[in-house]
């Protein structure tokens, strides 16, 4: 269900010459049945689409506030873009491995879990621009907003970068994408 959800907003709102090979290309990956995380949210098969679903919902909200309309056909391609291929840096990013736990009866079991197996260790939101910047031409808002979604979690930022402030500041699309992501994990999607 919420992959075709997600092939029929991607294939409605995004128009933009290569976004075809880019959802080709994800069919090859497992990022309709990826988890969102590993532990944090959404942490199952299926997860990362609807995440990417949730933030772009939300993002279509958070557009409709700031500008008191309905979205353009411009600015749907623009959320559905951000919103949708936020997280695109993670197809391919989690294997499921076993480890051993106590049963309700104190008797040692083996579980599934999730860990990340990084295979292009290119960070987080550059990792997706770099991506998508592979099969079709991002803009420079659009860009900078899949770059910074992370807000102050990206590791740059923990390290003492301060370029997600000016990138903020220039891009209001930045601050939007990064408020749909934290909305979507912390409030929706915590409801589940």
Known sequence: MNKYSFIKTFNEDIKRTGADR?????????FFSAPAS?????????GLVEHSINVYAKLIE????HHLKAPTAAELETAA???????????????????NTKDENGQWVKVPYYSVDDQLPY???????YIIS????????EAMAIRWHMGGFDDSVKG???SISKAFAQFPLAVMLHAADLWATYID???R
């Open 134 to 141: 592979g099969f079709m031409e991002l803009t420079r808002e």
């Open 62 to 65: 958070l557009l409709d506030y």
């Open 22 to 30: 880019l959802l080709a290309w994800l069919e090859t990956t497992d």
């Open 81 to 99: 873009i951000c919103g949708l291929l936020h997280d695109v840096c993670k197809a391919n990013f989690y294997k499921t491995e076993m480890r």
């Open 160 to 162: 003492g970068s301060n």
């Open 123 to 129: 960070g987080h939101g550059e990792k997706s621009v």
């Open 189 to 191: 999607e915590s409801k």
């Open 38 to 46: 590993t532990k944090y949210h959404l942490s199952r098969e299926g």
